[in-house]
Nanobody, 126 residues
Framework: QVQLVESGGGSVQSGGSLRLSCDVS????????MAWFRQAPGKEREGVVA???????WYADSVKGRFTISQDNAKNTLYVEMNSLKSEDTAMYYC????????????????????WGQGTQVTVSS
């Protein structure tokens, strides 16, 4: 199975930046999509950024122009670079993978993902 471990979270002031890393191990053969999700207290887990097996990127409207998903295949690492952070970006961030498609319609949904990391906390102070 696929194993995912996130790192890079922390506390930052609004307007600051962070880069989260997801170390991938196990069987990743034919992995179709990898993504970052986040969940704030009292809110549903939501897709933030994703990259499909074809290399096509997807970004939630709330992070377009601020977040960038990338990957280093040689290191088996997935990244999300988060810039111009806002207080509403405060959440637990999770790395996830699926052997299915990234999206159902226009949404990257948690239910489509089989493999999850334990999460890394991002706190943005306004």
């Amino acid at each position: 199975q696929v194993q995912l471990v996130e790192s890079g979270g922390g506390s930052v002031q609004s307007g600051g930046s962070l880069r989260l890393s997801c170390d991938v191990s196990g069987s990743t053969y034919n992995t179709y999509c990898m993504a970052w999700f986040r969940q704030a207290p009292g809110k549903e887990r939501e897709g933030v950024v994703a990259v499909g097996g074809d290399g096509v990127r997807w970004y939630a409207d709330s992070v377009k122009g601020r977040f960038t998903i990338s990957q280093d295949n040689a290191k088996n690492t997935l990244y999300v670079e988060m810039n111009s952070l806002k207080s509403e970006d405060t959440a637990m961030y999770y790395c996830a993978a699926t052997r299915d498609r990234c999206r159902v319609g226009s949404t990257v949904s948690p239910g489509a993902f089989q493999y999850w990391g334990q999460g890394t906390q991002v706190t943005v102070s306004s």
